[in-house]
């Protein structure tokens, strides 16, 4: 499908709201959701690093891992991965300021750590490496973002070895008709469309010519997500500007979204 949101918006949007996501996500600039269970409680950070912990572990990462994060943000997941496991690690990503953070970051680490990884701003439509060159290739709330979302699949084919594990997660549209409320407030803010329901997004990756491992759908957790990052940015709503009550009921209403099957969130394993 034609996505009417360009890679320039999402750059754009993400190049101007890094200090905001610092306020409610993380301060230290990690942006994804979270998985909630026993350990995290309704702790949003422990649920985001519990995702990390879960995704390693289905994508069986280890020393030999040579792993392409796609979409890495200001690089905390990329950097997570090499000093948790020691593996090499190369994050790309469309924003010039979450680049120019995770290569700052990189400058603080020990010279055996940022030995092993590599920052560059580039399209993920247009990968610029050779085929075959990663045993994995990882992504966290990215692709929704790409505007050709067959290409993107088709590149991280490419440039994957034979044998060699995708592991990611997206959103998806269970169906067609949303509400009003779903468009404004996680759709449009987002900038964000999708064809792909829960089925359709694993008949792609197979015609494209993945092995579907497993699928999960965790819509479950965007709905824990978006309810503890409503109370986050109602908390930091100190009557001085309107920015963090407005994100706050975004955020509450993304929430909703799940509930009226509006959105759902997905994890897939995938052997190339």
């Known amino acids: 499908m034609s996505c009417r949101f360009s890679e320039r918006d999402t750059e754009q949007y993400y190049d101007a709201e890094d200090s905001i996501y610092r306020t409610i996500w993380d301060r230290n600039g990690s942006v994804h959701w979270g998985l909630f269970d026993e350990s995290t409680g309704e702790d949003f950070l422990k649920a985001s690093a519990n995702l990390n912990r879960f995704m390693a572990g289905k994508a069986r990462i280890d020393q030999s891992s040579n792993i392409l994060d796609l979409g890495c943000g200001n690089g905390n997941t990329s950097i997570w991965l090499s000093r948790e496991f020691g593996s090499q690690v190369i994050g790309i990503d469309l924003s010039n300021v979450h680049i120019d953070n ?96 829960f089925l359709s997004y694993q008949e792609t990756l197979k015609e494209i010519g993945f092995e579907v491992q497993e699928a999960l759908d965790i819509s479950g957790h965007l709905k824990l997500s978006y309810q503890c990052l409503s109370k986050i940015a109602e908390s930091q709503n100190d009557g001085s500007n309107d920015t963090f009550e407005l994100l706050s009921k975004a955020y509450f209403e993304s929430a909703n979204a799940v509930d009226k099957g509006d959105i759902g969130w997905a994890m897939y394993v995938c052997k190339a």
């Open 102 to 197: 995770a290569n700052a970051e990189r400058g603080r680490l020990e010279s055996s750590l940022a030995s092993r990884l590599t920052f560059r701003k580039c399209s993920a439509m247009d990968l610029p490496f050779s085929d075959n060159s990663f045993s994995h290739v990882w992504s966290q709330s990215t692709i929704y973002h790409v505007p050709d979302k067959l290409r993107v699949l088709k590149e991280v084919n490419r440039v994957i070895e034979k044998g060699g594990l995708f592991i990611f997660d997206d959103l998806f549209k269970p169906k067609q008709h949303i509400s009003h409320l779903s468009k404004r407030f996680l759709y449009d803010r987002l900038l964000f469309d999708t064809n792909f329901n």
